[in-house]
């Protein structure tokens, strides 16, 4: 696996981790921030055709 494709990875767990604490504080400035972060995320990994789900790869 690239350096890059784990990083990209990393950006997109740290984006969904962002995104669930914010939900359960009811914190709707950071969950807006934080979806986002992950759109973004997913939207740079696809670009690059990284599954950020796929951890074998």
């Known amino acids: 696996m690239s350096v890059f494709a784990e990083a990209m990875r990393q950006r997109v767990r740290e984006a969904r981790a ?10 709707a400035y950071g969950t ?8 973004d995320a997913l939207r740079m990994a696809r670009e ?10």
């Open 32 to 39: 807006e921030v934080a979806e986002v972060e992950l759109e």
């Open 18 to 27: 962002a995104l669930v604490a914010a939900r359960a504080a009811a914190d």
């Open 48 to 57: 690059h055709g990284i599954d950020p789900d796929d951890e074998e790869a």
